[in-house]
C-alpha cells in the first residue's frame, strides 16, 4: 500500500541512550517532515527536507538529527535521549514544501518513552 | 508569526447534532488553511482544504470556508456519527518564510450513539 512506513512503532528508552526513528514513502514524494505530538501542544515541527540532498531546522530542532538519505527515506536521531523527548513522533511527506495542493501524508507514528 | 488557536476540548455529541469547531489563525499575507483529522492510533489525514479568501474547503459532509475578515476557518458537519469520532486539527501554510504546516493544538470530538 502507497504511504509512509515509521518504524519501530513503539519504543522504550533509558536517558542517555541513542536511536534512530525510520521513515520511508513511496509515493515519489519530495518533502518529507519529522513531528511531535504532545498533549496540549498540537503537532510541532522537528526537521524538514523541502527536497532530497536537503534539511532544514523546524521549531524544535535541539536533541535531534536528521538524514535524508535518499528521496524515499528521511531519518531521525536521538543521540543522548531524555525524558523531555517522551512524544509521539511523526514523519510525513508531501509532493512539494508546504503541501498546498494535496496536503502531507502522515505515517501511523513512533510512540517514544524515555525513562 | 504564525499561529493557530483553536476551540478547546473535549467536544462531546450525540449522533446526528450539529457540530462546529471553531479556528482562528494569525499569519502574514495570504495563508492557505487546512483541516486534519487523527482516528484513534493513526497518522493525521487532511479532509480539507482552502486557499484563498471565501473559499470553502468540503468533504465527507464537513465544511469550512476561508473567511479572512475574522481571520477564521471554523470547520462545520450538519450532522455527525459515531465514526467521526477523532482528534480534528486546524492548521496553516503561511505564503511567506518557510513554507510549512503550523498546526493548532487538535479538538477531541466523541460522538455518542
Known amino acids: 500500500n502507497a504511504g509512509v512506513t515509521q518504524t519501530p512503532k513503539f519504543q522504550v528508552l533509558k536517558t542517555g541512550q541513542s536511536m534512530t526513528l525510520q521513515c520511508a514513502q513511496d509515493?515519489?514524494?519530495?518533502?518529507m517532515y519529522w513531528y511531535r505530538q504532545d498533549p496540549g501542544m498540537g503537532l510541532r515541527l522537528i526537521y524538514y527536507s523541502a527536497s532530497e540532498g536537503t534539511t532544514d531546522k523546524g521549531e524544535v530542532p535541539n536533541g535531534y538529527n536528521v538524514s535524508r538519505l535518499n528521496k524515499r527515506e528521511f531519518s531521525l536521531r536521538l543521540e543522548s535521549a531524555a525524558p523531555s523527548q517522551t512524544s509521539v513522533y511523526f514523519c510525513?511527506?508531501?509532493?512539494?514544501?508546504?503541501?498546498?495542493?494535496?496536503?502531507?501524508?502522515f505515517g501511523s507514528g513512533t510512540r517514544l518513552t524515555v525513562v | 508569526g504564525n499561529s493557530v488557536t483553536q476551540m478547546e476540548g473535549p467536544v462531546t455529541l450525540s449522533e446526528e447534532a450539529f457540530l462546529t469547531i471553531n479556528c482562528t489563525y494569525t499569519a502574514t499575507g495570504y495563508p492557505s488553511l487546512f483541516w486534519y483529522v487523527q482516528y484513534p492510533g493513526e497518522g493525521l489525514q487532511l479532509l480539507l482544504k482552502a486557499t484563498k479568501a471565501d473559499d470553502k474547503g468540503s468533504n465527507k459532509g464537513f465544511e469550512a470556508t476561508y473567511r479572512k475578515e475574522t481571520t477564521s476557518f471554523h470547520l462545520e458537519k450538519g450532522s455527525v456519527q459515531v465514526s467521526d469520532s477523532a482528534v480534528y486539527f486546524c492548521a496553516l501554510r503561511s505564503q511567506t518564510g518557510a513554507n510549512n504546516l503550523f498546526f493548532g493544538t487538535g479538538t477531541r470530538l466523541t460522538v455518542i450513539p
Open positions: 509515493m515519489n514524494h519530495n518533502s
Open positions: 510525513a511527506s508531501s509532493e512539494a514544501l508546504g503541501g498546498v495542493s494535496y496536503g502531507y501524508t
